[in-house]
């Protein structure tokens, strides 16, 4: 039991592969791929991947700040 713990948390420490840079996916593989590698970062890794598109669109003037509170507003609520 001990040995599969040691295992499971080197498994938690291993860096990442990069499986966004495959060559030939598509964009969205690419993203859902990136997203998805380790189990245990999702959540981190969408909310990382979201701001910085915010952020991104908002610099753009594809969108502006109180577009992005509003939808912030509505996935809070």
């Not at 948390?9 to 998805?36: E, F, W």
């Not at 189990?39 to 700040?65: D, I, M, Q, T, Y």
């Amino acid at each position: 039991m001990r040995k599969q713990q040691v295992d499971k948390n080197k498994d938690d420490l291993m860096p990442t592969q990069n499986p966004h840079r495959i060559v030939g996916l598509c964009t969205s593989s690419k993203v859902y791929n990136a997203l998805t590698e380790l189990k245990h970062l999702e959540g981190h890794r969408s909310a990382k991947f979201l701001s910085l598109l915010a952020e991104n669109l908002v610099r753009k003037g594809l969108l502006n700040e109180q577009e992005v509170v509003h939808m912030l507003d509505l996935v809070v609520d």
